[in-house]
């Protein structure tokens, strides 16, 4: 059974920093691509960051240069540091495995997600 557990979310000032990290059950994690998403209240899940099995990285520019995504395949864990965060960075993140990492498209597996809340 495919299964992802995030922790380390949690109530930040603005300015502040979190290490999200997400463990993986069920799945060939050195074979796959993975991908950080978050969803705000009212508004659609979104990608974050994204990570190849070979270690390349993508990010969206609302996060480039204050996100770090990385992955240690001996944990089967993928981690998302986030540094200077700002209140528009709240929301629950969640991550899951890429069908595709070109295209970005995630799996339809999802776990409970950790949230970020970030207070200005």
């Known amino acids: 059974q495919v299964q992802f557990v995030e922790t380390g979310g949690g109530l930040v000032q603005a300015g502040g920093s979190l290490r999200l990290a997400c463990t993986a059950v069920?799945?060939?994690?050195?074979?796959?691509?993975m991908g950080w998403f978050r969803q705000a209240p009212g508004k659609q899940r979104e990608s974050v960051a994204s990570?190849?099995?070979?270690?390349?990285?993508k990010y969206a520019d609302s996060v480039k240069g204050r996100f770090t995504i990385s992955r240690d395949n001996a944990k089967n864990t993928v981690y998302l540091q986030m540094n200077s965060l700002k209140p528009e960075d709240t929301a629950v993140y969640s991550c899951?495995?890429?069908?595709?990492?070109?295209?970005?498209?995630?799996?339809?597996?999802w776990g409970r997600g950790t949230q970020v809340t970030v207070s200005s």
């Open positions: 990570i190849s099995s070979g270690g390349s990285t």
């Open positions: 069920g799945i060939t994690f050195r074979d796959n691509a």
């Open positions: 899951t495995v890429l069908r595709n990492y070109r295209l970005g498209l995630p799996s339809d597996y």
